[in-house]
Structure formats: structure tokens, C-alpha cells
Antibody
Framework: QLQLQESGPGLVRPSETLSLTCTVS??????????WGWIRQPPGKGLEWIGS????????????HYNPSLKSRGTVSVDTSKNQFSLRLSSVTAADTAVYYC????????????????WGQGTLVSVSS | SYILTQPPSVSVAPGKTARFTCGGD??????VHWYQQKPGQAPVLVIH???DRPSGIPERFSGSNSGNTATLTISRVEAGDEADYYC???????????FGGGTKLTVL
């Protein structure tokens, strides 16, 4: 069945770029009704949506949306050849220390965005020198 | 940006009913989703589109949405329900997803 698995460094230095990958297994990342997203959770705090990407049927370009609180530091992209999607977060600080989850929204064409009904297990990223 | 407000904690005795509120401006016009998160685990969807239950979620879990408040209700609370509960909506104007701050359920 469809599964998501995050991977990436557990430690990133301040001011550098955090890079994480989510590997999708059990289905194609090019399904047009799927929205792939990243959510994070700082230790002891709540969930924060980072950004999402969807496939237009032709390409993934121009189909991303981000939380404005990131101040344009985040980029979500897809590698269709590897069936993976990724997150890059630039100029990180200690405030970016969190468990990062990748997740899936399966759009049904109703005009209302569905919930995140599939999540990866999460990966802890610490920002420290 | 759209803001969802949840009380930080709710306490209830086993067998009683727990209610979690999620406040937002005219939230009744949005579709509200609820997640349960136990320590060290990823969130699990327990209610979607205000009041629909995913398969495998007990009937004890129900949801409603009216005015400026959406509510998740857990009937006949069990010790295993102890967790954090988050509401979430899609803010269509900006195409952004928004989470509430979460409510911690303590089963007394």
C-alpha cells in the first residue's frame, strides 16, 4: 500500500540549508489528484504546515504553495524519476529545529481540499553548530 | 492569514465525554479536519470534512461545525484516547493549510 518515508541529515548548522527527501512507495508521484506536503513540529509544540506541491498532469512547476511564515525560505520539489519529493529550507536557525513530516492529501475533485490522510513517520532535524 | 484557536488542555474521567473546540472566523464555511497525535507518533486523522470518520476510527469520535466554532467530541473516553488533538482547515483564498495549536487530552 501507499507509504511515505522521510530521509535526510539529522543535524544542520545555522545559516545552512536543510534538505529532506520523502520517498513514495506503492503509487506514482505523478498522480494528478495527489498533493504532497511537508509539515513540521518543534519539540513540545504544535504542527505547522510548511508547503505543498501538486502535479498538473504535465508538470509540477507552478503548483507549489508555502506557509508565508517561512518568508520564502522553503522550496518543495519533485523528482519523478525517483518517485520522491523534497524540501529545502534555507538560512536555518535554531527555531527550525523540529520533527519534519511528509504527508499526502488525496484530492477528490470536490473543490474542497482533503485532509492529510497519510503521513510519514517523521524525522528529527536539529539546527546547531 | 487565517487563525485557528484551540484550548491547550482538556481533562475528563474515563467513560465521560470530551469536547475539543476549534475557533476560527466564520469557520462553518470551511471544512475542518481533526488529528490525534500520541507521543512519539505521527498524527492520525480521526475526523475529516467536519464530521466524517475514516475507516477504523471508532464511532465514539464525532465532529460538528457551526458559526465560529468546530467541535470534536469523544464519547465514553478511554485511557487510550489520551493524546494531543489538532484541528486543520484549508484557507482557500491563499491555498494555505492551517493547523490549530492543539489540545492535550488528559484522562483522569
Amino acid at each position: 500500500q501507499l507509504q511515505l518515508q522521510e530521509s535526510g541529515p539529522g543535524l544542520v548548522r545555522p545559516s545552512e540549508t536543510l534538505s529532506l527527501t520523502c520517498t513514495v512507495s506503492g503509487d506514482s508521484i505523478t498522480r494528478t489528484n495527489y498533493y504532497w506536503g511537508w509539515i513540521r513540529q518543534p519539540p513540545g509544540k504544535g504542527l505547522e504546515w510548511i508547503g505543498s506541491i501538486s502535479y498538473s498532469g504535465i508538470t509540477y512547476s507552478g503548483s507549489t504553495h508555502y506557509n508565508p511564515s517561512l518568508k520564502s525560505r522553503g522550496t518543495v520539489s519533485v523528482d519523478t524519476s525517483k518517485n520522491q519529493f523534497s524540501l529545502r529550507l534555507s538560512s536555518v536557525t535554531a527555531a527550525d529545529t523540529a520533527v519534519y513530516y511528509c504527508a499526502l492529501e488525496k484530492y477528490d475533485g470536490s473543490g474542497i481540499l482533503p485532509p492529510f490522510d497519510l503521513w510519514g513517520q517523521g524525522t528529527l532535524v536539529s539546527v546547531s553548530s | 492569514s487565517y487563525i485557528l484557536t484551540q484550548p491547550p488542555s482538556v481533562s475528563v474521567a474515563p467513560g465521560k465525554t470530551a469536547r475539543f473546540t476549534c475557533g476560527g472566523d466564520n469557520i462553518e464555511t470551511k471544512s475542518v479536519h481533526w488529528y490525534q497525535q500520541k507521543p512519539g507518533q505521527a498524527p492520525v486523522l480521526v475526523i475529516h470534512h467536519d464530521s466524517d470518520r475514516p475507516s477504523g476510527i471508532p464511532e465514539r469520535f464525532s465532529g460538528s461545525n457551526s458559526g465560529n466554532t468546530a467541535t470534536l467530541t469523544i464519547s465514553r473516553v478511554e485511557a487510550g484516547d489520551e493524546a494531543d488533538y489538532y484541528c486543520q482547515v484549508w484557507h482557500a483564498i491563499s491555498d494555505h493549510r492551517v493547523f490549530g495549536g492543539g489540545t492535550k487530552l488528559t484522562v483522569l
